[in-house]
């Protein structure tokens, strides 16, 4: 059993950048991240271990410095750390206010915003929050119950998939075709990497396991992209999750991981699926 990495996989720069600040911080001082750092439990126990408490509602801080996460926030939430007099660290990744810039100059110029992404994501109330008007749309039905609108500017939750996003617009130029419909593509650069370079993987794997949090977003995303080219794919947390039958026959076995899977967690399912490897074919059946 041959295993592979995908040629990009596990955490983007600005989720490493994010949790070196809230790491180095607590070192030096009380810290409440507001809302989650990152959707990966294995990093979230490491960080509470260290100190680092976790809010997803100002009111509720009881340090005096208070993180934004990678994921970004509106200017409200800007607004009332600041009112309460907490000293705000920005761990918001560049990549994501570039995608705030674009929807402000969408408005600005007079586009009806439209958001590509997960209504209750993190990422995208940052984006809604400060808006008077906007739609976000994650599905053709989301698109069929937009009211119609002169002017449609689009933009995207960073962690979506780029397929997904030219689809939904597409079905937005035929829905409304009198409409003005600008895409601004937000999508990052880590994502687009990892999603193209899950294609190529899932396409050469018998069977393919996607490292992720159970509540990460690119990580579903990963394993939805790696099932439409492998009928065999597998989403695991960490090692434990491993079972030996899912490699029965399998000569090939792809590895790709989500943004917010730490090198040490892909590193031990890397391991024990060489352990894996060395089994004979009979004791993966059985186990
Ligand atoms: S997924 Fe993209 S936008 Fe989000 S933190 Fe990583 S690099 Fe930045």
Redesign the pocket.
């Known amino acids: 059993m041959k295993i592979i990495r995908a040629e990009h996989l596990g955490m983007?720069?600005?989720?490493r950048d994010?949790i070196a600040l809230a790491v180095q911080t607590a070192r030096e001082r009380p810290l409440t991240v507001l809302g989650d750092l990152v959707h990966n439990e294995t990093v979230l126990a490491e960080l509470r271990a260290r100190g680092v408490q976790f809010q997803t509602e100002t009111p509720a801080v009881t340090t005096a410095t208070v993180m934004i996460t990678?994921?970004g926030a509106s200017e409200r939430r800007h607004a009332e750390v600041r009112a309460r007099g907490l000293h705000l660290l920005e761990a918001t990744?560049?990549?994501?206010h570039l995608?705030h810039r674009a929807v402000a100059r969408l408005v600005a110029e007079g586009y009806h915003p439209v958001i590509i992404g997960q209504r209750q994501h993190v990422?995208v109330r940052g984006l809604t929050e400060d808006l008077a008007e906007f739609d976000v749309v994650l599905s053709e039905a989301d698109v069929a119950a937009l009211r119609e609108r002169p002017r449609y500017g689009i933009a995207a939750q960073?962690?979506q998939p780029i397929e997904r996003v030219r689809e939904l617009v597409a079905a937005l130029r035929r829905r409304f075709p009198q409409a003005e419909v600008r895409l601004v593509d937000t999508v990052?650069?880590?994502?687009k990497q990892r999603q193209h370079a899950a294609v190529e993987l899932a396409q050469r794997s018998d069977v393919v396991v996607v490292i992720g949090g159970a509540h990460s977003n690119?990580t579903r995303e990963l394993v939805d992209t790696c099932g439409r080219h492998c009928a065999r794919v597998h989403h695991v947390q960490t090692a434990a999750d491993l079972r030996a039958e899912w490699f029965a026959g399998a000569e090939t076995v792809g590895l790709t991981a989500g943004?917010s899977t730490p090198d040490e967690v892909i590193a031990g399912v890397e391991q024990h699926l060489h352990t894996l490897a060395t089994l004979p074919a009979l004791e993966l059946h059985a186990r």
């Open positions: 983007c720069f600005g989720v994010a990678a994921h990744c560049p990549l994501v995608a990422e960073t962690t990052c650069q880590p994502t690119n943004t």
